[in-house]
């Protein structure tokens, strides 16, 4: 059959408010929305109230679908597995809510979520839910120093964490990240509720911290039971942090309503799940892909969602995935780039696959950073199915760019992330806003407004969130991706126009890891690059400059800012190397040419700036990285 897909983008073209309009009969409204979208508020399905945990959990069951597994747990680290029906789930987020409603949370407060990947994480972001409260899930991965940036901000009223997360170097105590972080913030919560786990328990602040199975026992017991909170479709679900321009992350802010009815479109229509199937995203509940796709799209679709608590490569072998993929039965997979060249570093023949059956898997989606086309052959090969790159971001929460496999693929070329979807009409601009021939780089932006889903504001930060995204090209959203957009509308992605990297799949702010850098009493300044990495995609690296007279081994030195970073923001970031220099190469007005070391790193060909001060830095750099062997 041919690809419905040109007639479905016309049919959005010609009226969105209609194609929006019906997508929205998908969600079960408590009360029906008066209006799709309001120019003036950039509100969508205004007048509209419904709850998403109801919508993802409640009216399963209600169909009659109790006994369909909702949810599969499967940890290779702590070799557990578990299976959790729908029905299972509803009596656990109701009981979870109605405890947490117990210990005064409401509609409108704020829930801090800090859990490794367990099933505990995604109830209690459908509790959170169910009471109309708004959840922030920040990443097992983040430093304390981290966590604290974001109860400052969000001032949540209760925290939920765990003892440990379990990595393959080993079990990670979160306990004492957490008090660690509530002692260095100025907002406190009102208490926390802490799951023990068996591979290392914690102890408990009396009065302050709860225990997560001792409170759900209690509750169980008193037999109360938290019904859905009904909430304007406006109204936040969550906020989610992500890395901006400085060490202050940017609190994207998600709707109700608007965020149901674009990601239960998404299931069928671009990810081409059918009802009853296993979706599994292999991602972190931590990052907006596992927000959207392994908590709220599958449940909302009524689908079976994988919670994997492992690794693609050493839990404890590089078929992981396919073990998990054959075990059960997964229609459709979701993962990042660097997890697949991980796999394939291993075992680049593909080997393990033959272990396993994968005759039921239909495809296999990437995002997070752009798929190399070597990593994308080899992917399709081995696997035998389309291996569909895709383009989204935290601010939109769902793909702005792909190929649809439900709607029928289009033909993509290899480096290319597809074509835009339905409610995402995407330029290319230059610098000055004027539309750049097809076929040329430029400013990749989207023409206001932006469909449901995407960030309404940014939490507490509403001129902020304007300044960064409506300010440069006015009637167009700025991505910070730049890119081009070919003859046949496919989208190809190609950098950052600011200062975020992406390492493996994580998005990190050099200027976040420079503004550590240059806290260190013996550092006068810095730079840090995203130099290219086989692996992660990018690898941050710093290059320093002394303070006047202070003199120091450099592996020392590196070696403390190493463990700075690692401290203030977290293994996640990966720094591992930093360089010491005598001067950095800036433009006249005193601009750090971080493009062009950059391109020096990547062994890019580059031509020195006209407005450089010295180009004999340049040669500097180069010695510098040659002589620490990342430079030939
Ligand atoms: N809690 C605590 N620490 C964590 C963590 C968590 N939830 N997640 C990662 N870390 C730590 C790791 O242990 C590692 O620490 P180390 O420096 O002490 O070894 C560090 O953060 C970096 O982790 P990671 O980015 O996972 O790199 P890795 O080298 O351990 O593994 C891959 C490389 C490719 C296997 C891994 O990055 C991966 O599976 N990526 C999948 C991509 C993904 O999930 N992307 C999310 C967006 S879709
Ligand atoms: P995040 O908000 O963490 O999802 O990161 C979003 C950024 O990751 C985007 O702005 C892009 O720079 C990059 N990104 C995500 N998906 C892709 C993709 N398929 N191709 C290229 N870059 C991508």
Same mark, same amino acid.
């Given at each position: ?10 049919? #959005? ?103 490794? /990947? ?65 002692? /260095? ?5 009102? +208490? ?17 911290? +709860? ?53 239960? #479109? ?125 383009? #989204? ?6 793909? =702005? ?19 835009? /979807? ?36 940014? #939490?507490?930060?509403?001129?902020? +969130? ?18 081009? =957009? ?13 200062? =975020? ?11 976040? /890891? ?8 013996? =550092? ?109």
């Amino acid at each position: 059959m041919p690809s419905q897909y040109q007639n479905t983008y016309e049919s #959005w073209k010609n009226d969105p408010y209609s194609f929006w309009d019906k997508a929205a009969a998908r969600i079960d409204w408590f009360k029906k929305p008066s209006q799709v979208f309001d120019s003036d508020t950039g509100g969508w399905f205004v007048g509209g109230e419904a709850n998403t945990c109801y919508n993802a959990v409640d009216r399963h069951v209600e169909a009659g679908r109790g006994a369909q597994i909702a949810l599969i747990y499967d940890s290779p680290v702590t070799g557990t597995k578990r299976k959790i029906t729908y029905a299972e789930l509803l009596d656990e987020v109701e009981t979870l809510a109605a405890a947490l409603a117990d210990l005064g949370v409401g509609k409108g407060d704020r829930i801090i979520i800090y859990m490794p /990947m367990v099933p505990e994480s995604v109830v209690a972001m459908l509790a959170s839910a169910r009471l109309g409260a708004i959840h922030s899930v920040v990443f097992g991965g983040f430093a304390p120093t981290e966590l604290a940036i974001r109860i400052n901000d969000a001032k949540p009223k209760a925290i939920i964490s765990a003892s440990c997360g379990i990595e393959p170097s080993g079990v990670i105590a979160y306990k004492p990240l957490l008090d660690e972080a509530i002692a /260095m913030a100025a907002h406190q919560p009102d +208490f926390c509720l802490i799951l023990q786990r068996e591979q290392q328990d914690c102890a408990l602040i009396d009065g302050r911290d +709860f225990d997560y199975a001792e409170t759900m026992n209690a509750t169980r017991a008193t037999g109360k039971k938290q019904p859905p909170v009904p909430v304007k479709a406006t109204d936040p679900l969550y906020i989610l942090y992500t890395s901006g321009t400085t060490g202050q992350p940017k609190g994207v802010v998600r709707d109700t309503g608007g965020h149901m009815v674009a990601l239960a #479109w998404t299931m069928d229509h671009f990810y081409g799940l059918k009802a009853g199937e296993v979706f599994w995203a292999a991602s972190d509940v931590g990052w907006v892909v596992g927000h959207s796709y392994i908590c709220y799209a599958p449940l909302l679709f009524g689908a079976t969602s994988v919670i994997y608590e492992g690794k693609p490569i050493g839990t404890p072998d590089a078929g992981a995935f396919w073990r998990v993929i054959d075990e059960y039965n997964i229609a459709v997979m979701f993962t990042a780039p660097t997890a697949f060249r991980a796999i394939r570093k291993v075992d680049p023949d593909g080997a393990l696959m033959n272990n396993y059956n994968l005759d039921n898997f239909r495809a296999l989606f990437l995002a997070g950073e752009r798929t190399d086309p070597d990593t994308l052959h080899w992917a399709r090969e081995k696997l035998q199915v389309p291996v569909i790159d895709h383009w #989204w971001q935290t601010e939109t929460g769902w793909v =702005i760019a792909g190929n649809p496999l439900g709607l029928g693929l289009v033909e993509v070329p290899p480096g290319s992330s597809g074509r835009p /979807m339905p409610g995402y009409d995407v330029q290319v601009l230059d610098d000055d806003g004027k539309p750049i021939a097809r076929g040329n780089l430029g400013n990749i932006v989207i023409k206001l407004p932006l469909p449901p889903s995407c960030l309404p504001t940014l #939490w507490n930060a509403d001129a902020r +969130f304007k300044d960064a995204y409506l300010t440069a090209f006015p009637g167009y959203y700025t991505t910070s991706d730049a890119g081009m =957009i070919d003859e046949d509308g496919n989208v190809f992605i190609m950098a950052r126009t600011d200062d =975020i990297i992406n390492v493996a799949g994580h998005r990190l702010s050099t200027g976040a /890891m420079e503004e550590i850098i240059t806290s260190h009493a013996d =550092i006068a300044e810095c730079a840090v690059i995203g130099a290219a990495d086989q692996l992660k995609g990018q690898l941050p690296i710093g290059f320093y400059v002394l303070n006047d007279g202070v003199k120091r081994p450099p592996e020392e030195l590196e070696a403390e800012l190493v463990a700075l970073v690692r401290a203030k923001i977290g293994a996640v970031a990966a720094f591992k190397t930093a360089i010491e220099v005598k001067r950095l190469p800036k433009t006249r007005s005193g601009k750090i040419l971080r493009g062009t070391i950059q391109k020096i790193a990547n062994n890019e060909a580059y031509t020195a700036p006209a407005t450089i001060d010295d180009p004999a830095i340049l040669e500097e750099i180069t010695a510098a990285l040659r002589g620490r062997g990342l430079l030939k």
